[in-house]
């Protein structure tokens, strides 16, 4: 439902729940009272026409889903208001106090009060029951937006697991390259030793051969 539409409906159903008071009371005075009270309800009538008028404009501007239900709800306010109206143009028009007391003991007059109040109750009521079903729209769209950022949330932690999970991968790879290469240059290092050793004990046989070469040769002479 149109917020626009709703902040209209609340100030009429307060403005007509008003004037109903007010013409109750203004039926039972007479003189200066009197048309101080006729001329506030008049006033009054005034602004609920102009607050029904700006309804009707906001329910003919929405879509038809939603513009059907608030010209039926319009259609009431319309009937209550005519109401009013019949109200006030009785008091007007019967002068002496008697005959205004009369008059709101008549059936007409008071099942025509009796049906008004009833129509103003239920409006009231089907007012609430429609801000209640608002607040709770209102309230489901704000759990949805929750949880999509919580979704949100999830997934830029899942990305930055994932980044962390492959930057772990690129460094242990590394690791393992530099293994592979020490590992070649040990074995390098190791094959060079082995070299080394038979190279050495070459030279320490040829020397120990040349030493007993020369002993040999001395002996003898």
Known sequence: MSEVFEGYERQYCEISAALSRKCTS?????????????????????????????????????????KAGLLAKLREYKSDLNNLKSELKKITTVNPNQAAREDLLESGMADTLMVSADQRGRLMMSTERLNQSTERVKESRRTILETEELGVSILQDLHQQRQSLLHAHNTLHGVDDHISKSRKILTAMSKRMDRNKWIIGGIIVALVLAIVLILYFKLRH
Do not use: C, Y
Not at 41 to 61: C, H, P, Q, T
């Open 26 to 66: 203004a039926a039972l005075l007479d003189g200066e009272q009197k048309k101080q009270k006729v001329s506030e309800i008049k006033s009054g009538v005034d602004d609920a026409e102009s607050l029904i008028r700006k309804m009707d404009l906001e329910a003919r501007s929405l879509q038809p889903s939603v």
